[in-house]
């Protein structure tokens, strides 16, 4: 059994380099990845309502297809098929259209709870489909909706670490690097950890208070 | 008729690839469903210290990150003397971090079952054990399998995580195929067979929820598994 004990000055050293990855990588391909999934989570949504029925249907079976696979998978795939792209770039389009899948299915059970009577109100105001969905039925259901895109969106957080099989300089990825470099796999994960669960669980709290709050 | 060659020529690899990942996909659902039953049941229950512990445990994992604690288990434990094999690892952390989601699932399904039914069996002065096996968990078990559901398309697509620790399961498998057969050839084949195994595992569950409502002389919901777990996650 190897000697072991937890290295304060190791984990000084670690600490500043991981808050630094954390800031500059994984929070960007949070935030990034985010704008990326909820845009694209409305556009399927409003697509699987608006479309013809045969091609709405092949489109819910791509988006069943991109949502049952594996990321790495996806992260691969993209690298190799795409290979003048950036990685960073490549992380956010994999991370973003992932969770778009996702957060479609939230806008649609946001959009499912608008009541059928401002539906018939739009029609006998005569609105133009585009205006009924952007002045009508998009705002209530965004209100629905909000909670659960967070929610999503922290899950997407928490799979960050996942890119480094594209070699993504994330927290996780420095961690083990620096894990390896200095034997300090103890402290370098552990910290790694922490600041995950330090900005995972506040913000999910704070998603829980908004649900209620925004309860019908 | 190509296709079908290569495909076959690939079939023993893509095989022992397809084996690791059900391996993993079963055995880290099995504990996760004993994970997420024990918290869950923990959350509800009147020991302000079991609840407390629960809380804890669960908040733990659902936020730390399934990779990083992967990453523990593979690269901490051994300094502590303690080394298993990838694949327990690998198991272990899939079975805690969807355990912490299961437990969120199984909490809220437990909950949303009426108060009169729970009032109810007091009224009769049930025991514990009969209350949940014959009252609560049949009513409650039909209203978590949608989340249950979920988050085992989840797991599933965890089970890559087995890339990071060395193991040669289905997504290390296409990645090695990309060299010989290219990679459009490969991936397709890839996301096919996740495809599959997430869609035979959601099927099965889906069975599942369709066979508890009928007990309960419910009419069948539409499908839907995705709202059930955005809460639990996060």
Redesign the interface.
């Known amino acids: 059994m190897n000697d072991f004990s937890w290295d304060w000055e190791a984990a000084a050293e670690a600490f500043p380099e991981l808050l630094r990855a954390f800031v500059e990588i994984t929070l960007l391909l949070t935030v990034v990845g985010t704008i990326i999934a909820a845009v694209l989570g409305l556009i399927w949504a409003l697509a699987l309502r608006e479309l013809p029925t045969p091609i709405a249907k092949v489109l819910a079976w791509v988006l069943d297809v991109i949502r049952m696979t594996p990321l790495p998978l996806q992260l691969f795939f993209v690298y190799y098929v795409f290979v003048e792209l950036e990685v960073m770039t490549i992380a956010y389009i994999v991370l973003g259209v992932h969770y778009s899948t996702y957060m479609a299915e939230s806008y649609r059970a946001g959009i499912d709870s608008i009541r059928k009577g401002q539906w018939e109100a739009a029609t006998a105001l005569s609105l133009p489909k585009s205006r009924t969905w952007r002045a009508v039925i998009i705002p209530q259901a965004l209100r629905a909706t909000l909670p659960s895109l967070g929610n999503w969106s922290i899950a997407m957080f928490k799979d960050t670490p996942f890119l480094i099989v594209i070699g993504v300089a994330e927290m996780v990825t420095q961690a083990r690097r620096f894990g390896a470099n200095e034997f300090t796999y103890v402290e370098a994960f552990t910290i790694a950890g922490l600041i995950f669960l330090a900005a995972s669980y506040p913000t999910a709290v704070l998603m829980r208070r908004m649900e209620k709050k925004l309860a019908y | 008729m190509e296709l079908l060659e290569s495909l076959l020529d690939a079939w023993p690899q893509l095989w022992s690839g397809i084996q690791i990942t059900l391996g993993l996909s079963l055995g880290g659902a099995a504990l996760a469903f004993a994970v997420a039953v024990v918290l869950g049941l923990a959350a509800i229950s009147e020991a302000a210290v079991l609840r407390g512990v629960s809380r804890v445990v669960v ?2 994992f ?8 992967l ?2 288990l593979f ?2 434990l ?4 303690l080394r298993m094999d990838s694949m327990l690892t690998g198991i272990i952390a899939l079975g805690l971090n969807y355990g912490a989601y299961g437990a969120e699932v199984v909490r809220g399904s437990l909950n949303a079952v009426p108060k009169a039914q729970w009032e109810g069996t007091t009224a009769l002065s049930m025991s514990w054990a009969t209350k949940m096996r014959r009252i609560i968990w049949p009513q409650a078990w039909a209203l978590m399998l949608p989340g249950l559901n979920n988050l085992m ?1 989840m797991l ?6 087995a ?2 620790i060395f193991l040669h399961d289905l ?1 290390f498998v ?2 090695n195929l ?1 060299r010989t057969e290219g ?1 459009y050839f490969a ?1 397709g084949v ?2 096919a067979l ?2 599959l195994i ?2 035979g595992f ?1 099927s099965i569950l889906r069975a599942l929820e369709l066979r508890a409502q009928r007990k309960l002389g419910l009419k069948p919901t539409k499908a ?1 598994t ?2 059930a777990t ?2 639990a ?2």
């Open positions: 908040e733990f659902r936020g730390t990150s399934l990779v990083v604690q990453f523990w690269f901490v051994p300094q502590f003397g398309v599933v697509k965890g089970t890559a995580l890339l990071l997504t296409v990645d990309r990679t991936f890839g996301f996740y495809y997430s869609l959601s839907q995705t709202k955005a809460g996650v996060a």
